[in-house]
């Protein structure tokens, strides 16, 4: 049982510090507003809610995000964001995996969470995250609106850019980290478990 606690705290912190690593690897894709960033740190989150649990998953995105606070240019608001929708991943993802651990459940579990991180998306960004950008770091809806527009000029409202924009591109984030999950997890299940696994 100790040697099991030992191994779930080494594979976790191992996990976080790839999570951070990843984090710092992000990108613009030119189909969406230039502040918003592709990178892949939801991956260790997901294989640690596959190979401990759901809330070692959550555990993940929290201090994978509580270190990403102290270089944030985002006034901690993109780290809340990131927390929220990673944690909603994971935790389902690893949820319905944790009931039956087929490869089949993988995939099922995964595209669910994808699918429930990018629904959240919407009432999140839309209530949440996006009036913290107006109100914390003083960037004017309108500005937002423009960046969108700029690449949608029919685009008449925050709601219907979230819905158009936001909410795909989250998906798809997920469903890459979970395709990725699904061909380096098996390797790397005796790292993280043990012998036993």
Same mark, same amino acid.
């Given at each position: 049982m100790k040697n099991k606690k030992v191994r779930v705290l080494t594979?976790?912190?191992?996990?976080?510090?790839?999570?951070?690593?990843?984090?710092?690897?992000e990108f613009?894709?030119?189909?969406?507003?230039?502040?918003?960033?592709? !990178?892949?740190? !939801?991956?260790?989150?997901?294989i640690g809610a596959f190979a401990y649990g759901p809330a070692t998953g959550v555990i993940i995105a929290l201090l994978k995000n509580l270190i990403h606070m102290a270089v944030s240019q985002s006034g901690f608001v993109g780290e809340l964001s990131n927390f929220v929708l990673g944690a909603c991943f994971a935790a389902t993802a690893g949820f319905l995996y944790k009931k039956n651990k087929t490869k089949k459940r993988a995939v099922a579990a995964g595209f669910a969470g994808a699918?429930?991180?990018?629904? *959240?998306?919407?009432?999140?960004?839309?209530?949440?995250?996006?009036?913290?950008?107006?109100? *914390?770091?003083?960037?004017?809806?309108?500005?937002?609106?423009?960046?969108?527009?700029a690449i949608l000029p029919s685009v008449e409202n925050i709601f219907q850019a979230l819905l158009l924009f936001n909410v795909p591109f989250t998906f798809a984030k997920a469903l890459l980290c979970a395709l990725v999950s699904m061909m380096i997890?098996?390797?790397?299940s005796p790292l993280l478990k043990g012998k036993q696994s």
């Open positions: 594979g976790t912190a191992m996990l976080t510090a790839v999570a951070v690593v990843l984090q710092y690897i613009s894709i030119p189909i969406i507003p230039s502040f918003i960033k592709l !990178d892949f740190s !939801d991956l260790p989150e997901l699918a429930v991180m990018a629904v *959240v998306s919407l009432p999140l960004n839309f209530f949440v995250i996006y009036p913290l950008y107006y109100s *914390v770091l003083g960037f004017p809806e309108t500005a937002v609106l423009n960046m969108y527009q997890y098996k390797p790397l």
